[in-house]
């Protein structure tokens, strides 16, 4: 608790307006289960917001460092949070940081075209890079493997998403060694989110073959 940031006043009161929005609806229903997807992703926001610097700390710290992999390599951070204005707000800050290193934000509102671009422009960087952007716009069919530090700043809700997520980064053909973060913040949603995925991906590995489970 003591390395979390204070709340997020806007992230907060989102999290309060979805919770109102839910009052006296199921979760069965149409109309419950739109608003309750909606409390969950409010909720998850005001967590992420909780742990924004701590994430920046640690992508900062390896972009100032050359690649752990090999010396002559810039290093290479994946950031995947929850909303665009997280997204905007810990670019901003690393930026500020290491200002040497290029830094992309880009969420669901940056288009398929764009993302390949800064995709591409990632891969082949020669200085410093880091991507930051939400596991919704990110998490599937990106390679990105060419990755120091992967960072997951907003916890997924499923052990499908996650399984995704870190696939963009851990995939065949990856040069680097891959260390991953998941960052949970105590007292939030992350508390009651987080321990049932991973109940649940440790279900999925006995039943599916799969070393990205694994």
């Not at 997280?86 to 509102?109: F, K, S």
């Not at 930051?132 to 998490?139: D, I, K, L, N």
């Not at 990106?142 to 809700?157: C, E, R, V, Y």
């Amino acid at each position: 608790r003591e390395e979390q940031d204070e709340s997020d006043d806007i992230a907060s009161a989102e999290l309060r307006r979805a919770m109102k929005a839910t009052a006296g609806l199921s979760e069965g229903s149409a109309k419950g289960a739109s608003a309750f997807a909606v409390l969950r992703a409010a909720a998850s926001t005001a967590a992420a917001a909780k742990k924004r610097s701590a994430i920046v700390r640690s992508a900062v710290e390896t972009l100032k460092n050359p690649s752990p992999t090999n010396a002559a390599w810039a290093a290479r951070v994946l950031v995947f949070t929850g909303s665009k204005r997280e997204v905007d707000l810990i670019a901003d800050r690393i930026r500020a940081a290491v200002p040497q290193a290029l830094v992309w934000a880009a969420d669901g509102d940056t288009s398929t075209r764009e993302r390949e671009k800064i995709r591409k422009a990632y891969m082949t960087s020669t200085v410093p890079a880091c991507i930051v952007g939400t596991g919704h716009a990110w998490g599937e069919s990106s390679n990105l493997q060419d990755t120091d530090l992967q960072i997951l700043g907003a916890l997924p809700w499923t052990w499908g998403m996650l399984r995704q997520w870190i696939g963009r980064a851990r995939r065949k053909g990856q040069l680097r060694k891959l260390r991953i973060q998941l960052f949970s913040a105590q007292g939030t949603h992350d508390d009651r989110v987080f321990p049932k995925v991973c109940a649940k991906l440790a279900q999925a590995g006995d039943l599916i073959p799969d070393s990205q489970i694994d």
